[in-house]
Nanobody, 126 residues
Framework: QVQLVESGGGLVQAGGSLRLSCEASGLTFSRYTMGWFRQAPGKEREQVSVITWDSRRARYADSVKGRFTISRDNAKSTLYLTMNNLEPADSAVYYC???????????????????WGQGTQVTVSS
């Protein structure tokens, strides 16, 4: 079965940086568009960023544009999210997700992602 394991979260001061990683197994990683989502207490899960299977397209939420960068290493079956200039509003549990079907486009909808990691907590102090 598909396993997605996130790492790299933690506590950081505002203005700091973190790099999240997501190691994938149980799927042909290079065929799947991947996304990062986050969920803060009392809020809906939202997409932070998505990258197509071939890395040709990447999309970002308006709130993180210019600060976050998504990337992938298909040889290592690993997805990354580099987060710079972090703000307290970025505090949330961050989830890695794979689309349900291969060769997908850069959709932003939760329903299009069928496999999820367990999440990693990011906390940004002011």
């Amino acid at each position: 079965q598909v396993q997605l394991v996130e790492s790299g979260g933690g506590l950081v001061q505002a203005g700091g940086s973190l790099r999240l990683s997501c190691e994938a197994s149980g799927l042909t990683f290079s065929r799947y568009t991947m996304g990062w989502f986050r969920q803060a207490p009392g809020k809906e899960r939202e997409q932070v960023s998505v990258i197509t299977w071939d890395s040709r397209r990447a999309r970002y939420a308006d709130s993180v544009k210019g600060r976050f960068t998504i990337s992938r290493d298909n040889a290592k079956s690993t997805l990354y999210l580099t987060m710079n200039n972090l703000e307290p509003a970025d505090s949330a549990v961050y989830y890695c997700a794979a689309q349900t079907y291969p060769w997908g486009v850069d959709t932003r909808y939760v329903r299009d992602f069928g496999s999820w990691g367990q999440g990693t907590q990011v906390t940004v102090s002011s």
